[in-house]
């Protein structure tokens, strides 16, 4: 950890004392990134949780307070829909307050919403309380990647930016925990507890957060070198890369503020979508990735799961809530592969297989429900169905889930990255409400195998997409990608 205090008057020191061979060696990775990264995430973990513990919930919601299968459906898928409004906002609040702070802001809103839900007492309050948790959810996708991407070295960087991901799946995990863990409780205490469970982290993680760093390329669009300067020192491999990345910085700040509106994401950043080809490419690829990620099903999952597993014969709600938790326990470690491969074998081979796999087991899971449609008691339909499941949020985490975030945010230009990372998240928000609010009513219409036989063509269709599309980025700096999309 001395690596990253030390002094500039250390570095020929430092080079002197290395034996002639070592030149070329790697050197050590340095571990505070990763601490900043883990500390900024963390608040993934609340927003994963918010959006998931609705699945187990909603049996003791309706048992308690009446709610219909209308409400319930609502409440379940709108939290997506509205948490477009802190998608909109956190590219513009992050380059205004800052990274750090706009974190602490995302942590005070799911405080107050899942307070809000503890405490409720009807429906209107209920949908109070899951519009601000909403825009909390936006706020958590949009600032978690950047604050990880713009603080990690390349070495690093596609590790650190799988993080929040990693959390999201650790939050609904969590989720599934507490629905398995309170539902022994009468009705009326079990999903207040569920939610209540989530508030308590929320002080200490805001408080946690103030002592992190500020990004050191939003300090740079501020003209706070020196501070960026010193950030770069503390979360660089080495001091020579800390020069080489303030070095890049600086040219992107400088040509974003002499032709393309500054830092502040005025009008002439956005007229670069209309004028210059690697900006349109980069900005129709965070859009396309973040539409596939979502249309292709996986909340129809995370949401329904209990619902799903129903229909295909289980019939105990211990035993639907004890596979949720399966569910979440093989999705949060399907993360943890992508992890430590994102900077092995690169985003690209990652998502392909991912979407792949998503492909095969969609139809498999769609097959099942054509083939045995009613079947009651059956243990192999059943587990023929769990595995199918599992074998879906597996291929889907183990690429397409974090690869998706990790992509779209080291692609963006810096002056467009704020409010583009916005773009990309309210177009991921949108199609998982859509997913959300319409699946009950969409295997109504088309039965519970062409829903999932659907979902099976749009994950075929990302695979395509990201087969003819998309460059690999592993081992680029941030400041590259422009020129990759321009020439690729």
Not at 37 to 65: P, R
Request: with cysteine; glycine share 10%.
């Amino acid at each position: 950890m001395e690596q990253q205090h030390r002094p500039d008057s250390e570095a020929p020191l430092l080079a002197a004392s290395k034996p002639d061979g070592a030149a070329s060696s790697s050197p050590p990775r340095n571990r505070f990134p990763f601490f900043c990264a883990v500390l900024a995430s963390m608040t993934s973990v609340l927003m994963g949780y918010n959006v998931a513990v609705m699945s187990g919930a909603q049996i003791f919601m309706a048992e308690d307070l009446g709610v219909s299968d209308t409400q319930i459906e609502l409440l379940s898928g709108a939290i997506n829909i509205y948490s477009l409004v802190g998608a909109l906002l956190a590219g513009w609040t992050s380059d205004r307050l800052g990274r750090r702070l706009t974190i602490v802001l995302t942590n005070g809103f799911f405080l107050v919403g899942p307070l809000i839900m503890t405490l409720a007492g009807g429906y209107t309050a209920l949908m109070a309380g899951r519009f601000i948790s909403g825009i909390g959810v936006g706020y958590a996708l949009v600032i978690a990647p950047i604050y990880a991407a713009e603080i990690a070295p390349a070495s690093s960087r596609g590790l650190l930016s799988s993080l929040p991901e990693i959390f999201i799946n650790t939050g609904v995990m969590l989720s599934y925990v507490s629905n398995f863990a309170f539902s022994a409780l009468p009705a009326h205490l079990a999903w207040r507890l569920m939610f209540a469970a989530g508030v308590v982290p929320t002080v200490f993680l805001a408080a946690g957060v103030l002592t992190m760093p500020e990004s050191p390329r939003w300090l740079a669009m501020k003209g706070r070198l020196d501070e960026a300067k010193a950030v770069l020192d503390r979360t660089s491999d080495t001091l020579a890369e800390a020069e080489q990345r303030l070095r890049e910085i600086e040219e992107v700040v400088d040509a974003g503020s002499n032709g393309a509106g500054g830092s502040n994401g005025g009008g002439g950043t956005w007229n670069e979508v209309a004028t210059k080809a690697g900006v349109r490419r980069v900005l129709a690829t965070v859009l396309a990735l973040q539409f596939f990620q979502q249309a292709s099903g996986i909340d129809s999952v995370v949401l329904y799961g209990p619902r799903v597993l129903a229909m295909a014969g289980v019939t105990s709600n211990t035993l639907l809530l004890g596979l949720n938790v399966l569910f979440g326990v093989a999705k949060a470690g399907s993360i943890l592969i992508a992890m430590a491969l994102a900077d092995r074998v690169g985003r690209r081979p990652l998502l392909l297989v991912s979407t792949g796999g998503m492909t095969a087991s969609l139809l498999v899971l769609g097959s099942v429900f054509a083939a045995f449609a009613g079947a009651k008691d059956d243990a192999a339909v059943a587990a023929v169905a769990v595995a199918a499941v599992v074998a879906f949020v597996c291929t889907f985490s183990v690429g397409f889930g974090p690869m998706a975030w990790v992509y779209s945010s080291e692609i963006l230009p810096l002056r467009l990255r704020g409010q583009g990372a916005g773009l990309g998240t309210a177009m991921n928000r949108v199609m998982s409400g859509i997913v959300t609010m319409t699946f009950i009513s969409l295997y109504g219409a088309i039965t519970m195998a062409g829903a999932f036989y659907l979902y099976a063509a749009v994950a075929a269709a990302s695979f395509v997409f990201i087969y003819t599309c998309l460059p690999e980025t592993r081992g680029r700096n941030l400041e590259d990608m422009e020129q990759l999309f321009r020439t690729k």
